[in-house]
């Protein structure tokens, strides 16, 4: 294996999710544009979407001009990437070691590779919890990874295709979509899906919207980090969209017809979503003798640094305590910001033997958009409390939390610029990708 090496300090993260690009980015412009220290971002893919927006990658829906490619992203703020998955650490040399990068007909691209560090960041995100659930991981489409979307955008609309054309209208069995898993990716995935079957049809591909959308929730309550008013209002909302609402019921296994339920129910789905839980990837567990909890995340203490003095972590690969609340800062987008904040001052610092910097989650609510229909959530603020919101005030609140990471990662201007041009993108071009 090669082995990467220069005598500035080292900073190497690895993941480019939201903490992670916006971590490089920042250290890219502060510590690597003066020369202070050389900042390398480590991601298994080579361009980034926001995650909360993957469900709309999955529906076809986003406009590809929101993704960013790291590799001019790196260029333009002074920070270099690597294509590269990582699969091992040794802490001893202070090395990470990244599995080779092969193409789609198993050719090796890249060969594996080493990267040595003095900082290490681990900003992995987090993959989705089967619980050990037979057929789970066979006959699931997960939204983990902007791949995955891509895929099941795919399998959409070919199964679209496959249902409808040139089938008799009055004999057509509807296709049948399950998505297991009532959070907000559950959530929003469903009635973007009943907004994309409605595009469908007016676009001529069938007469009328037929598709047949079930949420499955072991839960008695959907979206339980929101209050159950505002729960119980968008539970109405996508029955009144026609969603199927099967409260309570507990996946038991999956086959290629359908979703058994503890109760003995069978429901039967062309495609079927897993959106139940999430934790980090199995490679963590343990990482070098790094302490880790039961989700596979990293334990860190206050400043986000882990049992060993030179390596931090962040995101959902994290576990962080939230004091004065039960169990661990929440996997959410504003958290990861406010995280990636948090560590480019104390890296900063470390490089000047100055005191890491104490992170401090400020919960501003939550927020869950059902694409044109609704939007609905809790702003939580030390002057109004928490508010409930709803309709256009909350869809502005939810799409200032993007812009907040565009201005992260690429500024005022060009986020201006780019909100201008996907604004006219969207005049010409169709709403839905259907290829």
Same mark, same amino acid.
């Given at each position: 294996?090669?082995?990467?090496?220069?005598?500035?300090?080292?900073?190497?993260?690895?993941?480019?999710?939201?903490?992670?690009?916006?971590?490089?980015?920042?250290?890219?412009?502060?510590?690597?544009?003066?020369?202070?220290?050389?900042?390398?971002?480590?991601?298994?893919?080579?361009?980034?979407?926001?995650?909360?927006?993957?469900?709309?990658?999955?529906?076809?829906?986003?406009?590809?001009?929101? #993704?960013?490619?790291?590799?001019?992203?790196?260029?333009?703020?002074?920070?270099?990437?690597?294509?590269?998955?990582?699969?091992?650490?040794?802490?001893?040399?202070?090395?990470?070691?990244?599995?080779?990068?092969?193409?789609?007909?198993?050719?090796?691209?890249?060969?594996?590779?080493?990267?040595?560090?003095?900082?290490? *960041?681990?900003?992995?995100?987090?993959?989705?919890?089967?619980?050990?659930? +037979?057929?789970?991981?066979?006959?699931?489409?997960?939204?983990?990874?902007?791949? #995955?979307?891509? +895929?099941?955008?795919?399998?959409?609309?070919?199964?679209?295709?496959?249902?409808?054309?040139?089938?008799?209208?009055?004999? *057509?069995?509807?296709?049948?979509?399950?998505?297991?898993?009532?959070?907000?990716?559950? *959530?929003?995935?469903?009635?973007?899906?009943?907004?994309?079957?409605?595009?469908?049809?007016?676009?001529?591909?069938?007469?009328?919207?037929?598709?047949?959308?079930?949420?499955?929730?072991?839960?008695? #309550?959907?979206?339980?980090?929101?209050?159950?008013?505002?729960?119980?209002?968008?539970?109405?909302?996508?029955?009144?969209?026609?969603?199927?609402?099967?409260?309570?019921?507990?996946?038991?296994?999956?086959?290629?017809?359908?979703?058994?339920?503890?109760?003995?129910?069978?429901?039967?789905?062309?495609?079927?979503?897993?959106?139940?839980?999430?934790?980090?990837?199995?490679?963590?567990?343990?990482?070098?003798?790094?302490?880790?909890?039961?989700?596979?995340?990293?334990?860190?203490?206050?400043?986000?640094?882990?049992?060993?003095?030179?390596?931090?972590?962040?995101?959902?690969?994290?576990?962080?305590?939230?004091?004065?609340?039960?169990?661990? @800062?929440?996997?959410?987008?504003?958290?990861?910001?406010?995280?990636?904040?948090?560590?480019?001052?104390?890296?900063?610092?470390?490089?000047?033997?100055?005191?890491?910097?104490?992170? *401090?989650?400020?919960?501003?609510?939550?927020?869950?958009?059902?694409?044109?229909?609704?939007? @609905?959530?809790?702003?939580?603020?030390?002057?109004?409390?928490?508010?409930? @919101?709803?309709?256009?005030?909350? +869809?502005?609140?939810?799409?200032?939390?993007? +812009?907040?990471? #565009?201005?992260?990662?690429?500024?005022?201007?060009?986020?201006?610029?780019?909100?201008?041009?996907?604004?006219?993108?969207?005049?010409?071009?169709?709403?839905?990708?259907?290829?």
């Amino acid at each position: 294996m090669a082995v990467e090496t220069n005598e500035k300090h080292k900073i190497v993260i690895v993941g480019g999710g939201a903490a992670g690009l916006e971590l490089a980015t920042r250290l890219g412009r502060q510590l690597g544009k003066p020369g202070l220290a050389e900042v390398t971002l480590i991601d298994a893919t080579s361009t980034h979407i926001w995650k909360p927006l993957l469900h709309e990658v999955a529906a076809g829906t986003l406009d590809e001009s929101e #993704q960013v490619e790291y590799l001019p992203q790196g260029h333009r703020n002074h920070f270099f990437f690597r294509l590269g998955r990582m699969e091992g650490l040794d802490r001893k040399k202070k090395q990470i070691v990244v599995s080779p990068t092969l193409n789609d007909q198993g050719e090796e691209l890249i060969p594996g590779r080493t990267f040595k560090y003095d900082t290490l *960041v681990m900003s992995v995100g987090s993959v989705s919890n089967t619980f050990n659930i +037979k057929g789970v991981a066979e006959h699931c489409l997960f939204l983990d990874t902007t791949s #995955q979307a891509f +895929k099941f955008q795919k399998q959409l609309f070919e199964s679209y295709l496959k249902s409808y054309i040139g089938k008799d209208p009055v004999n *057509v069995k509807p296709l049948s979509i399950a998505i297991v898993g009532a959070g907000a990716t559950g *959530v929003e995935l469903a009635a973007q899906l009943h907004e994309v079957t409605n595009v469908l049809a007016i676009y001529g591909l069938n007469e009328k919207s037929t598709v047949k959308l079930t949420i499955i929730e072991a839960a008695t #309550q959907l979206l339980p980090a929101l209050p159950i008013k505002l729960a119980a209002a968008t539970q109405q909302q996508l029955a009144n969209l026609g969603v199927s609402l099967k409260m309570g019921r507990r996946v038991v296994e999956i086959n290629r017809e359908g979703i058994s339920t503890h109760d003995s129910e069978f429901i039967e789905a062309d495609l079927k979503v897993w959106a139940a839980g999430i934790k980090a990837p199995d490679w963590m567990k343990g990482l070098d003798g790094l302490e880790t909890n039961h989700l596979n995340q990293l334990v860190v203490d206050s400043t986000l640094k882990t049992s060993d003095d030179d390596i931090f972590a962040m995101g959902d690969c994290a576990a962080c305590v939230w004091p004065g609340h039960p169990g661990n @800062v929440p996997p959410r987008a504003q958290a990861a910001h406010q995280q990636a904040s948090a560590l480019a001052k104390s890296i900063t610092n470390r490089l000047k033997g100055r005191p890491l910097v104490d992170f *401090v989650y400020y919960d501003y609510g939550s927020l869950v958009s059902l694409g044109k229909y609704t939007t @609905v959530g809790n702003l939580m603020g030390n002057l109004m409390g928490t508010v409930s @919101v709803g309709g256009f005030i909350a +869809k502005i609140v939810y799409l200032s939390l993007y +812009k907040m990471h #565009q201005v992260a990662i690429h500024g005022y201007f060009r986020t201006a610029m780019l909100t201008m041009s996907n604004a006219f993108r969207r005049s010409v071009y169709t709403k839905i990708k259907m290829h």
